[in-house]
Nanobody
């Protein structure tokens, strides 16, 4: 079992940057593929980025390619999401999630068993 706690959200102007962190506790962090999802009011939860357990492969949604970068530090049990060139449409609650299946990176929420509580990101125009 693993517990996930996100941090780093906040209010930023359009074009600005934020770095989200997700700290994991519990079982060995490096057995999980990790991902970031986001959910805006009235919308379904949306895939953002994923990274494999060793940090060697990543996958990004088309909407964030070239602007967001996912990374992880297994020694610190932490996954990060560096968000640059933020746009108002990036406004959402951002969640990190852990996948224990070892079946490859997935963009579907139901592949992820553990979830954090979320952190709010608001981008003003």
């Amino acid at each position: 079992q693993v517990q996930l706690v996100e941090s780093g959200g906040g209010l930023v102007q359009s074009g600005g940057s934020l770095r989200l962190s997700c700290a994991a506790s519990g079982r060995a962090f490096n057995i999980y593929d990790m991902a970031w999802f986001r959910q805006a009011p009235g919308k379904e939860r949306e895939f953002v980025s994923a990274i494999d357990r060793l940090g060697t492969r990543t996958m990004d949604a088309d909407s964030v390619k070239g602007r967001f970068t996912i990374s992880r530090d297994n020694a610190k049990n932490t996954v990060y999401l560096q968000m640059n060139s933020l746009k108002p449409e990036d406004t959402a609650v951002y969640y990190c999630a852990a996948d224990r299946r070892a079946l490859g990176l997935s963009r579907f929420p139901n592949a992820y068993y553990y979830w954090g509580q979320g952190t709010q990101v608001t981008v003003s125009s």
